[in-house]
C-alpha cells in the first residue's frame, strides 16, 4: 500500500531562510510524487510533480523538490522564505493502477516569521 | 474561468438530516473525486469517478453516497450525517490520469 509520511507538523523559517520541507514515501514501485499547497481558506493547487523524468523538479514560487529514491525520500525545498510563502503543505504519493487518486501525508504548516 | 466550484461552502446541521453538497466543474474532466480533511489525519478519499455512471470507493467511504449523472456534476450524499463527519470536504477534478488535481474551495460541515 502507498503511504507518505512528512516529519514535522509545523515548521517555522525566518523570512530569506532556507524552507525544506520533509516527505518520505512507502511504495513498491516508482510512484508518482507531489506537493500541493493549501493558502488559508482555499483550496489545494499543485506545486509540483514526480514522475520520474528528472530527480529534481522545479516547481511554481521558486519551489523545487528532489527525488532520492535510495532514501524514498521527496523533500520540498526553497532557497529563500518570502512571507506569502506561509501555508500549509502536503505531499502526495499515487496509487499505481489509478494515478489520480492520491494519498496524502498529515500536511506540515510553514509559517514565515518577519 | 476553470474552476471547481463546491456549495454550500459552510453549513450546520443536525444528527440525521440528509444534506447533498454538490461539486461542478466547468473543465470537461473526466475524473473527479471527494476528500475530506482532518486535522493531524491529511486529506483521505471518500469516493471517486473515473467517468460519468462510474464510481467507485475510496479509504472512508461508510457513510456517504455520490452519484455521476452527468460528467461536469460530482455530489456527495450524507443520508444520516453523524457527528464524525464533521469536517471539511474538498471535491477535486482531472482531465489527465497524472495525479494533476484542481480542487474546490472546500466545504466546512457541522454535524451537531
Known amino acids: 500500500a502507498q503511504s507518505v509520511t512528512q516529519l514535522g507538523s509545523h515548521v517555522s523559517v525566518s523570512e530569506g531562510a532556507l524552507v525544506l520541507l520533509r516527505c518520505n514515501y512507502s511504495?513498491?514501485?516508482?510512484?508518482?510524487l507531489f506537493w500541493y499547497v493549501q493558502y488559508p481558506n482555499q483550496g489545494l493547487q499543485l506545486l509540483l510533480k514526480y514522475t520520474s523524468a528528472a530527480t529534481l523538479v522545479k516547481g511554481i514560487n521558486g519551489f523545487e523538490a528532489e527525488f532520492k529514491k535510495s532514501e524514498t525520500s521527496f523533500h520540498l525545498t526553497k532557497p529563500s522564505a518570502h512571507m506569502s510563502d506561509a501555508a500549509e503543505y502536503f505531499c502526495?504519493?499515487?496509487?499505481?493502477?489509478?494515478?489520480?487518486?492520491?494519498?496524502f501525508g498529515t500536511g506540515t504548516r510553514l509559517t514565515v516569521i518577519p | 474561468e476553470a474552476q471547481v466550484t463546491q456549495n454550500p461552502r459552510y453549513l450546520i446541521t443536525v444528527t440525521g438530516k440528509k444534506l447533498t453538497v454538490t461539486c461542478s466543474q466547468n473543465m470537461n474532466h473526466e475524473y473527479m473525486s471527494w476528500y475530506r480533511q482532518d486535522p493531524g489525519l491529511g486529506l483521505r478519499q471518500i469516493y471517486y469517478s473515473m467517468n460519468v455512471e462510474v464510481t467507485d470507493k475510496g479509504d472512508v467511504p461508510e457513510g456517504y453516497k455520490v452519484s455521476r449523472k452527468e460528467k461536469r456534476n460530482f455530489p456527495l450524499i450524507l443520508e444520516s450525517p453523524s457527528p464524525n463527519q464533521t469536517s471539511l470536504y474538498f471535491c477535486?477534478?482531472?482531465?489527465?490520469?497524472?495525479?494533476?488535481?484542481?480542487f474546490g474551495e472546500g466545504s466546512r460541515l457541522t454535524v451537531l
Open positions: 477535486a477534478s482531472s482531465l489527465s490520469n497524472t495525479g494533476e488535481l484542481f
Open positions: 502526495a504519493v499515487s496509487e499505481g493502477e489509478v494515478p489520480n487518486n492520491l494519498f
Open positions: 511504495s513498491s514501485v516508482p510512484p508518482y
